[in-house]
């Protein structure tokens, strides 16, 4: 596509549910990153793939996120038994490799409610 | 990755030079200095990068000093439409994008 795509654009969940983000890249782009966005603060890193590499989990803030992706595609993100810190917008941006260009493409995001 | 430091909000007149600074002094000589923006619940938009000449295009101007170790982004004109958070970001060989806080620039009528 023209973009990187999120879904869904808002999501609103209960306390103790698993909740899945999606992200579609722009085609081409082998490396994909995910980060979050809390209401008024910068964004924090959460994991980082680049083709078939071992993604960088280093962002990754417990063991209740993890994120998959597969091949040089889509993307999701998956937060089991939420919480309402996790509230926040979860962004995706995806880049070619070694891009000395434009650098990252971002998505819309994906504004999770956890209530 | 440098770290940058940057100021926490800044303020310009429409129509005038917005000039935002920000401070890369552990900076390595394969790491490029990048700007992007955010503007209110929109994911970043790039602006502009640079390795160490100044560097200008539709959007911006980029000056680096001399010893790399910080840089100005400017925006020659600024409109209501440039009020957002400015990002300041180094980036080396692995790809890898850390953002910090940025500046909130407020631009005023």
């Known amino acids: 596509g023209a973009g990187v795509s999120q879904s869904p654009s808002n999501k609103v969940t209960e306390k103790g549910k698993d909740v899945e983000l999606r992200c579609d890249p722009i085609?081409?782009?082998?490396?994909l990153y995910w980060y979050r966005q809390r209401l008024g603060q910068g964004l924090e890193f959460l994991i980082y793939?680049?083709?078939?590499?071992?993604?960088?989990k280093s962002g990754l803030p417990s063991d209740r996120f993890s994120a998959e992706r597969t091949g040089e595609s889509v993307s999701t993100l998956t937060i089991q038994r939420t919480q309402q810190e996790d509230s926040a917008v979860y962004l995706c941006?995806?880049?070619?490799?070694?891009?000395?260009?434009?650098?990252?493409?971002f998505g819309s995001g994906t504004r999770l409610t956890v209530v | 990755d440098a770290k940058t430091t940057q100021p926490t909000s800044m303020d310009c007149a429409e129509g005038r030079a917005a000039n935002l600074p920000c401070n890369h002094s552990?900076?390595?000589?394969?790491?490029?200095v990048y700007w992007y923006r955010q503007i209110h619940s929109q994911g970043p938009q790039y602006i502009i990068h640079?390795?160490?000449n100044n560097e200008t295009n539709e959007m911006a101007s980029l000056i680096i000093t001399e010893d790399r170790k910080s840089s100005t982004l400017i925006l020659p004109h600024a409109t209501l439409r440039d009020t957002a958070v400015y990002y300041c970001?180094?980036?080396?060989?692995?790809?890898?994008?850390?953002f910090g806080a940025g500046t909130r620039l407020t631009v005023k009528p």
């Open positions: 941006a995806s880049s070619r490799p070694r891009d000395r260009g434009r650098g990252y493409t």
């Open positions: 085609s081409g782009h082998t490396a």
């Open positions: 793939f680049q083709g078939n590499s071992a993604p960088d």
């Open positions: 552990t900076i390595s000589g394969n790491e490029y």
């Open positions: 640079g390795l160490k």
């Open positions: 970001i180094v980036r080396g060989n692995n790809n890898d994008m850390r």
